[in-house]
């Protein structure tokens, strides 16, 4: 394919959006705006595909006397990354047609939401084919704009705008960061190029300027403390943006932090090191928060900083692997790495959509207001259950193939004789033992609180099972889950040619074993669930035509127990909570009791948990600057004499300086 009629092509494509959108009836937008984003899905997904295959795709053209020439390329790492984004960003859209009917009145605001959702697309490709700095970060502010703009699509509540508020500051702050890094490579040698990166990474002391691309970068991906847009930004989302943001747009800060560390060839023991133990921490921090919210899409919010603590983990393995000359244990980093990437972005949409099929039939995301939905919408019942699976990492689903590569990578370090990092790996094994462990309560807590029991209040009308539009994407997720998690060896080929094109390709033997064995292990799950399905349809056939006498069961000496006596979302992680209550810090508001009140007045009694960082770090830093500009108000006394002296003086201060030789 012409590299030249792909690039004019996605641009093509998005102004066709902003000039045909506006002027077509409400009900074609979302339409128009998905056969849009599968156009540019198609038009490169097929060089990326080539490009996995062998056939890097590359174009250079004239970005201007300030650019230079501007390389575009779709190399292995780009292709995987595009791969994934197209095929999120399709499920995504076709789930927004359903979604979105409800809001079919707004047709500005729908119009405004379909453009920035095809831009949106547009500026990830570019992001992962871009291959200059300067060019990069005027695709990554697009792509930040045009999604805060989809996270801000319920504008008229104040904790959208909030949210929106605090995405748009930590993501510029990422932004400077990044700014700061390119412009370190540009001035050092002379060019801003990607080569340019890699030449000066190849040197002698360049932590700072990767410390620099690590905070812009995991600022979007989400690592501690970086990560305190996502709580808030995922639950104030349409939720196909939340699936498409968890899915792929914190995969393009992965995308920038796996790029810069293919490129590190010396000292990259310290930042790999570094980089483990933030993710280790992200890992259980996103997993023990997760566990203790009700807000079912705040819930999914802490998960994804969890898996992106685990992405971590991976990538940091694989840069000790390089420090050490260790190739088996680069291999299982990157491989485990760029894997859970593709991984996460499937089980999470599909938790995220399975999380908008609830919203949109009880209106809330209170997982305490709800229980026993399992009887009125079983399809997506089964099909959360089924992301809960995934991403607990059980066979036969894909989050098992990534996990067990972290694992076996962890095991492969333990061959060093190193015992400092021997501790390193325990700690790591540990808490990614831990955070699997507390994954399975908080999804045993989610679908047993949301889907089984009864009702724990009254909602305005009875809820149904969602539209088949809405389902679709679900069901195509959940079928590439289950490929990989029995066929491996679907992406793990892809996955070697990545990395091989980067490091010696000597030791993929241990690595071709691990294929075998999850492959084992994937089919004799699927054996096992055949079997279990095979032996129900024995069963019902056996027992259709007798019939069927419905008693209640023995009620433990109570006759009619009601649904306060049910355990709540918060009853159940209550435990956890208190064990780790340093981490996981509960407001509660209640007037205690006093002794003298005989005969107390009503009351209510509320609590919430708390984000750590943000309560314990980020609030007071912010009070302590309130505090001191303060100092500082007199200035803004509103005299317009005052503010004419402030010219003059300012103007008498230039001419001092200028004196004295300063300026």
């Not at 590439?480 to 491996?488: A, H, R, S």
Request: net charge positive.
């Amino acid at each position: 394919m012409n590299p030249e009629f792909i690039v004019f092509g996605i641009c093509g494509f998005v102004v066709l959006s902003i000039l045909l959108i506006p002027l077509l009836r409400a009900n074609l937008k979302s339409v128009t705006a998905l056969f849009l984003i599968f156009l540019n899905a198609l038009l490169t997904s097929v060089p990326a595909i080539g490009a996995l295959l062998g056939n890097t795709f590359t174009l250079e053209i004239f970005g201007g006397l300030n650019f230079g020439n501007i390389l575009l390329e779709i190399d292995p790492l780009s292709a995987w990354f595009i791969l994934i984004v197209n095929i999120t960003l399709i499920n995504g859209a076709i789930y927004g047609i359903g979604y979105m009917k409800a809001y079919e009145k707004q047709t500005g605001n729908l119009s405004l939401h379909w453009i920035m959702f095809v831009i949106f697309h547009a500026s990830m490709l570019w992001v992962c084919m871009l291959h200059n700095g300067f060019a990069f970060l005027i695709a990554w502010e697009i792509m930040t704009l045009s999604s805060l703009i989809l996270v801000l699509f319920d504008h008229n509540k104040a904790n959208t705008l909030q949210a929106g508020v605090n995405y748009l500051v930590q993501m510029h702050i990422g932004v400077a960061f990044l700014t700061l890094a390119f412009i370190w490579i540009f001035v050092t040698q002379q060019t801003s190029g990607f080569q340019g990166i890699a030449t000066f990474l190849q040197g002698p002391h360049t932590h700072w300027v990767i410390l620099f691309f690590f905070l812009g970068f995991g600022i979007k991906a989400g690592f501690i403390p970086l990560h305190t847009w996502l709580p808030y930004a995922h639950p104030a989302a349409p939720s196909h943006v939340s699936g498409v943001m968890s899915g792929v747009i914190v995969k393009m800060g992965i995308y920038g932090i796996i790029r810069i560390a293919m490129m590190i060839n010396t000292d990259a023991l310290i930042p790999g090191i570094m980089l483990m133990m933030i993710s280790a921490a992200t890992t259980l921090y996103g997993i023990l928060n997760a566990a203790v919210h009700r807000d079912f899409k705040k819930m999914l919010a802490f998960c994804t900083t969890e898996n992106i603590g685990i992405i971590g983990m991976g990538i940091g393995l694989a840069l000790i692997g390089k420090a050490l000359d260790n190739q088996a244990l680069l291999i299982f980093g990157f491989a485990a790495a760029l894997i859970h990437v593709l991984n996460h972005s499937l089980y999470k949409s599909l938790l995220f959509f399975a999380a908008g099929n609830i919203y949109t039939k009880t209106h809330t995301r209170n997982m305490e207001m709800l229980g026993g939905l399992i009887r009125q919408m079983p399809q997506t019942a089964i099909l959360f259950l089924i992301g809960a699976l995934a991403i607990g990492g059980l066979p036969p689903f894909n989050g098992f193939v990534s996990k067990f590569l972290v694992y076996s990578g962890f095991v492969e370090a333990f061959r060093n004789q190193d015992m400092a990092l021997n501790a390193l790996m325990i700690i790591g094994i540990t808490i990614l033992s831990m955070a699997g462990g507390v994954s399975l309560l908080t999804f045993t807590k989610a679908f047993g609180t949301i889907f089984l029991g009864e009702p724990r209040s009254e909602i305005m009308h009875r809820p149904g099972e969602v539209s088949l539009l809405m389902r679709l994407p679900l069901y195509a997720i959940v079928l590439i889950m289950l490929v990989i998690g029995v066929f491996p060896v679907l992406v793990m080929n892809p996955v070697l040619s990545i990395i091989t094109g980067f490091t010696p390709a000597g030791l993929i033997m241990p690595f071709t074993n691990i294929t075998g064995m999850l492959t084992l292990v994937g089919r004799a799950s699927l054996l096992l669930i055949v079997l279990i399905a095979l032996l129900y349809f024995i069963r019902s056939l056996a027992f259709r035509r007798k019939p069927v006498e419905i008693t209640s069961t023995w009620g433990c000496g109570y006759i009619a127990p009601g649904h306060a006596m049910q355990y709540t979302g918060k009853s159940f992680s209550k435990s956890l909570a208190k064990l780790f209550g340093f981490i996981t810090i509960e407001n509660k508001k209640y007037k205690e009791l006093k002794t003298v009140s005989i005969f107390p007045s009503p009351r209510t009694y509320t609590s919430c948990y708390l984000e750590f960082f943000e309560t314990r770090i980020i609030d007071p830093v912010i009070r302590q600057f309130l505090r001191l500009f303060n100092y500082f108000t007199f200035i803004h006394n509103g005299k317009i004499q005052f503010y004419v002296l402030y010219g003059l003086l300012f103007m008498v201060i230039l001419i001092i300086l200028s004196f004295i030789n300063v300026l």
